[in-house]
């Protein structure tokens, strides 16, 4: 199982992002919830735009991808999917150049344009 981890989604599968952060019975306690199941982690999925012009959102989605790299060593993970983003056309720009995605709600008015 590819577990989501952040960037255009939160985490929701992994509620205890944080503690098992910090806490190795934290995860532990969330790497047993899987052995119980018989299902294996094969990897975390953090796909974003790192990249968006818009800082707010590039920064989030960058840290995503930090925050990830961090978890998936913890949970002894070697693969985080990601996305390199896209950035804006121009100096000053506030979304992407080029969207690749009609399922980014995000994007919608920029497809429209």
Known sequence: MELNSG???PPVHIPTFDDILASDAA???FLALFEASGVSITGLNCNGNPLHPNKVIGDKH???IRRSI???TRLGQNRVVT???LPGGESGATRPSWIVNAWNS???DV???
């Open 70 to 72: 961090r978890l998936a």
């Open 83 to 85: 996305m390199s983003g």
């Open 27 to 29: 995860r532990d306690d």
């Open 7 to 9: 960037g255009f989604l």
């Open 106 to 108: 995000a994007a919608l």
């Open 62 to 64: 960058a840290e995503d």
């Open 111 to 113: 497809l429209d344009h």
